[in-house]
């Protein structure tokens, strides 16, 4: 709960800056300060539902509601990582934006958002307990071994492993059309504007290329 409170002081914070705190802030700054909030409220939502997992994870209950209570406190688990996530990409994005545009101008609010993007990316790694929660018999592997990543997809069951390929599959499916669109949005943009973007149209190129042939690769048979 204490770093629960941590977030409340930085989100009333937040708000005294942008409504109380300079009027001539700029769009931009003003948005991005927005953004930083809305980071905030994932985290704190994040931070609510992982203490109230924990707390729930150490109740006795009846044999017959078991499953369901199971269920209940694995649904607060990827809430909560789903809150982090939004809160990594939303600072992420926050963070590039605001270097380019607010690094002179607005040094502080930039600051922030590097270090929401932190605190979020250090959010991402689970305690023990939610490890507990979401897969009871989990060990984690020897974060030494050569093999960490196998001996960690290992530890879940083939039903895990279908419900994990599954979203897997679909999310390569997701990337490399948004990428496409993406390119041709950017082609578009370019030929009307006359700002080109032949980098990042080449980048995207050469992420599909390694997208596409990684996934090749991967359903080659070994000898």
Not at 13 to 25: A, N, R, V
Not at 41 to 69: G, P, Q, W, Y
């Amino acid at each position: 709960m204490k770093i629960l409170m941590i977030y409340l002081i930085f989100f009333v914070y937040g708000l005294y800056k942008l409504f109380f705190g300079s009027e001539q802030l700029l769009l931009q700054a003003n948005l991005l300060m927005i953004s930083n909030l809305v980071v905030i409220i994932c985290l704190m939502f994040a931070r609510f539902n992982v203490h109230k997992a924990e707390k729930s994870s150490v109740i006795k209950v009846d044999i017959k509601v078991e499953d369901t209570h199971q269920v209940s406190l694995e649904r607060m688990a990827y809430t909560a990582l789903t809150s982090i996530q939004v809160a990594l990409s939303l600072s992420f994005t926050a963070s590039l934006v605001g270097f380019l545009l607010l690094r002179d101008t607005q040094p502080d609010i930039v600051l922030w958002s590097l270090i929401l993007l932190v605190v979020s990316f250090l959010s991402l790694f689970p305690s023990e307990k939610m490890i507990r929660i979401t897969n009871p018999n989990f060990n984690f592997p020897n974060p030494q071994s050569k093999n960490y990543e196998q001996e960690f997809f290992n530890q879940f069951d083939d039903g895990e492993k279908y419900v994990m390929l599954k979203g897997l599959y679909k999310l390569y499916s997701l990337v490399t059309w948004g990428l496409v669109l993406l390119a041709f949005i950017l082609m578009f943009y370019s030929a009307f504007t006359g700002d080109s973007q032949l980098v990042s149209i080449i980048g995207i190129g050469v992420l599909l290329l390694l997208i596409q042939v990684s996934y090749t690769i991967s359903l080659k048979p070994s000898n």
